[in-house]
């Protein structure tokens, strides 16, 4: 039997592992986390219409039944407000399929996708490196297997050796995440309620907000609260903003929207969990012989989540490479991956990065893509 292993537990890794093991491959995952429980920060992932065909094709039913189960309520807006929370521009979706979910919390999908795998993923197992046989086989971690591919995010040690010459750069972007836990007291605007909303103020600061409600009580509710700017307008380097605690963010975040709508402060005022990510993004590489390692997702095309696309783009690698692998032999497969996943994969970036030149115009110059 062919044995295909995964490095990383992510949500791209996990629904290939899924519908690899559905097509009779033996998978093995190994993953840096020490367990499925140890990271807390669990964020609001947009599913889009790629993203629910991409799980569709991958999923076993049951599996597929939980990841909606446990998905959020689905909304029907993206939105562009106001600081006073007047509209400046309106899309609504009214014919979502029924069978579609619009989002999901980070944290509870990767526990639906880990259905079933309990005697294939490999807590606790970082992957610092491979190597190849001599009979073209791949070595990790002690094991052996036919195919070796790299979902291990943006930090990839398998591109670092597979492509040493790839670059991932920082867009000059942070943004400050936390959450506010939904209670009956709390007021949400109704557009939060709806779907995503962008708040920016024309200075450089600008918020994105969206609440999760679960279908099922799996998890607190709460809408998702995020600052997004660059260190020069957040007036901090790295070194303080990395080394503050929740609430030192908190602070930030309360300081940045202190003349915003009594809705969004009060909101903010109320949020906890907040930590700090710096928006990174992949550079375009060419394509590369093909052989017994491959990439999927922000291994190589790492997507900065202005486009709200990165885990729809490694949905769909994951849809392309099972695809592939089911009806050609191993290494024809991974090359026909690679035809479609690396144009995809970078042409996503760039229209992410688009996206971030319009979302904060006056941070990046028109710069970023
Ligand atoms: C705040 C925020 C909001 C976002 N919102 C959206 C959104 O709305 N829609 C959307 O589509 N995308 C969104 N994204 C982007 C999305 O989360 C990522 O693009 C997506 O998770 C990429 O999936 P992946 O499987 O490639 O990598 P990941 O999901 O990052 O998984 C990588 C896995 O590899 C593991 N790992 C790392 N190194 C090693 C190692 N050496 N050995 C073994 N395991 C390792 C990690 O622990 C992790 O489990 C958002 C991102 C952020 C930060």
Do not use: K
């Amino acid at each position: 039997m062919t044995r295909i292993l995964i490095a990383g537990a992510g949500i791209g890794g996990l629904t290939l592992a899924q519908a690899l093991r559905r097509d009779g491959f033996d998978v093995a995952v190994y993953e840096r986390d020490p367990s499925a429980q140890t990271r807390g920060q669990g964020y609001r992932i947009h599913v889009d219409a790629d993203g629910n065909a991409a799980l569709r094709s991958c999923l076993p039913p049951p599996v597929l039944d939980r990841v909606r189960a446990t998905s959020s309520v689905n909304g029907d807006l993206v939105a562009t407000l106001t600081p006073a929370l007047e509209r400046v521009y309106a899309q609504t979706f009214p014919d979502i399929p029924a069978d579609d979910i619009t989002h999901v919390d980070r944290t509870t999908l990767r526990r639906a996708l880990l259905t079933g795998l309990d005697d294939v993923v490999h807590f606790g197992h970082p992957v610092t490196g491979y190597e190849i046989t001599p009979s073209g086989r791949v070595r990790i971690e002690g094991d052996e297997g036919d195919l070796l591919i790299g979902a291990d995010g943006v930090g990839s040690a398998v591109r670092r050796q597979l492509l040493p010459h790839a670059g991932v750069r920082d867009i000059g972007l942070r943004c400050i995440y936390g959450r506010t836990p939904i209670d009956g007291s709390l007021v949400v605007p109704e557009d939060f309620d709806r779907g995503f909303c962008w708040v920016s103020d024309g200075s450089g600061y600008g918020a994105g907000f969206a609440t999760v409600h679960f279908r099922t009580p799996v998890a607190e509710d709460y809408v998702m609260v995020t600052l997004v700017a660059t260190p020069e307008r957040l007036g901090l380097p790295d070194e303080r903003l990395y080394a503050l605690s929740p609430e030192g963010l908190q602070d930030l975040v309360a300081t940045a929207t202190a003349g915003w709508h009594p809705e969004i402060r009060a909101l903010i005022a109320r949020a906890g969990a907040f930590f700090p990510i710096t928006l990174r993004a992949g550079e375009r590489v060419d394509p590369w012989p093909s052989g017994p390692v491959t990439l999927l997702g922000d291994a190589i095309h790492t997507m900065p989540p202005t486009g709200g696309v990165g885990a729809n783009t490694a949905l769909q690698d994951a849809a392309t490479l099972a695809g592939s692998l089911r009806s050609a032999p191993l290494l024809e497969a991974v090359a026909a991956y690679e035809r479609v996943m690396l144009p995809r994969g970078f042409d996503t970036v760039e229209r992410s990065l688009a996206m971030a030149d319009r979302m904060l115009p006056s941070a990046s110059g028109g710069a970023l893509s």
